[in-house]
């Protein structure tokens, strides 16, 4: 039996981070979505909804500001609500071992009218399943989940994400930028000494 090669495809992410946000909107459902990715950090960033695998040497890092109108990959839930519903959305990573002891990861969504509770458990259920179709052996698990009553006479959204970086992040952050809003950036960003936005470097290692 000729055992087949590996080939590395043209985008293999080498990092990734988790995120969540949630907001409510008395505009409309999309000015609702709009500002839970704003919370989440990510509302800058041209989504790219991909699914459900991590690269056996993909690292976790903390969540930093791309540089705006980045084409970004990302395993996203969502979850919209009217007034006073409960609403939830979450994702969650597994790190998997194979038998012959290469392995990779694997990640899930779910979303619905459910709290943080719920939402965890399906995550859990779903990644257990999709480990054991695989042969897989789950090592390690990681979730984050996000829920909300929306207020009354509003719209809510919930999300929550996992991103795809393919490249160091210090080669994907602008250094310095103009902005005239603080709202949605995270606190590793600050304004310099000339009013400027600059965005401080992930140490790698």
Request: aromatic share 6%.
């Amino acid at each position: 039996m000729v055992k087949q090669k590996t080939i590395h495809g043209g985008f293999l992410p080498k990092y990734f981070f988790l995120t969540k946000g949630k907001a409510a909107s008395s505009i409309s459902p999309l000015n609702a979505f709009d500002e839970a990715l704003m919370a989440a950090g990510i509302t800058q960033c041209n989504l790219v909804s991909v699914s459900s695998i991590l690269p056996p040497d993909a690292q976790e890092i903390e969540p930093v500001m791309l540089t705006p109108g980045t084409i970004t990959f990302a395993v996203l839930a969502r979850m919209d609500g009217g007034s006073r519903e409960t609403i939830g959305a979450g994702v969650a990573y597994a790190l998997c071992s194979s038998p012959a002891g290469v392995g990779y990861g694997l990640v899930a969504e779910a979303h619905g009218y459910k709290d943080e509770r719920a939402l965890t458990a399906e995550l859990k259920y779903k990644l257990e399943q999709m480990a054991k179709v695989r042969g897989l052996t789950i090592t390690k698990t990681k979730y984050v989940v996000e829920s909300m009553e929306v207020p009354r006479g509003k719209d809510g959204c919930t999300i929550a994400s996992l991103v795809y970086l393919p490249w160091d992040p210090n080669e994907s952050l602008t250094r310095v930028y103009n902005d005239v809003s603080d709202s949605h950036l995270t606190p590793e960003s600050k304004l310099d000494a000339n009013g400027q936005r600059t965005i401080n470097q992930v140490n790698m290692g």
